[in-house]
């Protein structure tokens, strides 16, 4: 019996994360005003004054509130317990995708967000489907939508970012940003992906950088890059990196980059 009422009090410790705006966050208590949010603590999980939650600030903190007060408009949680994020890198990770066909970029979404990307940047490429080309701008509200929720199942401290798509040319202008940048190549046969991370880290610039080291991964659609896209990434910087002796996916190929980087750099 004993046992029994043990797992019982560990499975009630497994609370639901919300994510909430800095203006919404007092001195010693929280309020809740996303409709969304309130229909789902209120009406799914079914929770009642004194439950539990977990409250992040997609900034810094994050929370574990019992809830005072619901009603239709707000909830309202009184602070228990407050910390700096735990779960999130030390390192900036941004994906830049090449827009994949068939609605694979929610998996890729899904998946890197649970690895730990910080932004996801859909981006047209040479070899991009035309198809998709003209319903990107579309996608983008419901692929945020998948990013937010696989942040709250995994229990991220932010909600990763997916912006809106850009063509190659803007992607270069955008990627000089970086501090690092990841280039996962079929065809690059003299430096692994450890190698390539192993050489950033003895650099005196990963060393000498106080705060975040930004990265920036570059994964291509079905296909992967023609030569003059290389060409114009490695002459901004991008380091090449083989993912192993197989070809990957463009579907597998960002989790597989963003779960070495992880424990490469984070572990």
């Known amino acids: 019996m004993r046992e029994i009422g043990l797992r019982y009090v560990q499975f009630q410790k497994i609370m639901n994360r919300f994510f909430v705006n800095q203006g919404d966050i007092h001195e010693d208590s929280i309020t ?13 999980l079914r929770l009642s004054i004194s439950d539990q939650l977990e409250i992040s600030d997609s900034q810094e903190f994050e929370y574990i509130a019992e809830i005072d007060f ?28 090449g827009i994949p066909k068939l609605g694979k970029m929610e998996y890729i979404i899904q998946k890197c967000v649970e690895i730990g990307a910080n932004k996801i940047v859909p981006v047209f490429t040479e070899r991009s489907v035309p198809l998709e080309k003209g319903n990107s701008a579309n996608k983008v509200e419901r692929w945020q939508k998948v990013s937010n929720e ?3 199942q995994c229990k991220r401290g932010i909600l990763p970012q997916v912006s809106p798509s ?3 040319t803007s992607m270069i202008k955008e990627l000089k940003n970086y501090d690092f940048i990841i280039l996962p190549y079929e065809n690059e046969a ?3 992906i450890k190698d390539v991370l ?9 060393e000498s950088i106080v705060n975040i080291n930004r990265f920036a991964v570059i994964i291509g659609p079905e296909g992967g890059f023609p030569n003059t896209e290389v060409e114009a990434l490695v002459s901004i910087g991008a380091l090449k990196a083989s993912l192993g002796k197989t070809i990957l996916r463009t579907e597998t190929a960002g989790a597989a980059t963003l779960a070495m980087m992880m424990y490469e750099l984070e572990l």
């Open 166 to 168: 850009m063509n190659f």
């Open 32 to 44: 809740i005003k996303d409709r969304d949010d309130i229909k789902h603590i209120s009406k799914v």
């Open 190 to 192: 003299s430096n692994t």
């Open 150 to 152: 696989a942040a709250k």
């Open 70 to 97: 619901i009603s239709q408009d707000e909830i309202n949680l009184l602070i228990i317990d407050k910390n700096k994020f735990a779960r999130e890198a030390k390192n900036r990770i941004d994906l830049f995708q």
């Open 198 to 206: 192993v050489k950033i880290k003895r650099t005196e610039k990963f």
